[in-house]
């Protein structure tokens, strides 16, 4: 048997870092998941971590955004009131960290 000229170390600590993109993902809520990971930082506004005590308006269609029963989520509101980072921001934070 040849070798390739990689070390055998080398090769099984790469496949045991690789081990934990099969992990199973974390089934949270998708406020509870921004809660967890979001943080604001708004140049004029509020800065800190994302909570929905601030925008409990919010929680419903951004706990339909993480589920399997409908394909879209459409919400209308006033400028400035947590939308985007909500929403978008919210979402994404939950999907990168519990997906």
Request: charged residues 20%.
């Given at each position: 048997m040849?070798?390739?000229?990689?070390?055998?170390?080398?090769?099984?600590?790469?496949?045991?870092?690789?081990?934990?993109?099969?992990?199973?993902?974390?089934?949270?809520?998708?406020?509870?998941?921004?809660?967890?990971?979001?943080?604001?930082?708004?140049?004029?506004?509020?800065?800190?971590?994302?909570?929905?005590?601030?925008?409990?308006?919010?929680a419903?269609?951004?706990?339909?955004?993480?589920?399997?029963?409908?394909?879209?989520?459409?919400?209308?509101?006033?400028?400035?009131?947590?939308?985007?980072?909500?929403?978008?921001?919210?979402?994404?934070?939950?999907?990168?960290t519990?997906?």
């Open positions: 040849e070798n390739s000229g990689l070390p055998v170390a080398s090769l099984s600590a790469d496949f045991t870092d690789s081990l934990g993109a099969l992990k199973r993902p974390r089934r949270v809520s998708v406020t509870q998941g921004a809660s967890d990971a979001l943080v604001i930082s708004d140049g004029g506004g509020y800065t800190g971590a994302w909570t929905p005590e601030q925008v409990p308006y919010l419903e269609p951004m706990d339909l955004l993480g589920g399997r029963r409908y394909e879209a989520v459409c919400f209308v509101g006033p400028a400035r009131t947590g939308k985007t980072a909500g929403l978008i921001l919210g979402w994404m934070a939950h999907a990168l519990n997906d």
